[in-house]
């Protein structure tokens, strides 16, 4: 479905207009992966729900930086991965057989 890996973040985001293997057209009207967006933004939210409860348990209630520095590093490193999934999702929810 990516033409790159998820490591190389100049690329990570370019896709095959159609799959390798069986021919399938991956986006199926202009602007079709927009709403990746919002399940994207989903993971985000998940993400840092549990990394902001994470440092309040191990740091017991630290300073407002800590919870910032213990959910911006997440976000970031995980960034590449959830836009990834979101589209795979997206496909899997709402793409035509």
Do not use: N
Not at 1 to 23: E, V, W
Request: charge should be negative.
């Amino acid at each position: 479905m990516f033409k790159y890996p998820a490591s190389d973040l100049r690329r990570a985001t370019q896709m095959h207009q159609d799959c390798p293997h069986c021919g399938f057209h991956f986006e199926i009207e202009p602007g079709f992966f927009w709403g990746a967006m919002y399940i994207s933004y989903a993971f985000s939210v998940a993400v840092s729900v549990t990394f902001g409860v994470l440092a309040y348990l191990v740091f017991d209630d630290p300073a407002v930086w800590v919870y910032c520095l213990c959910i911006f590093f997440p976000l970031l490193l995980l960034s590449p991965l959830s836009m990834r999934f979101s589209r795979v999702l997206m496909l899997y929810w709402f793409g035509d057989e």
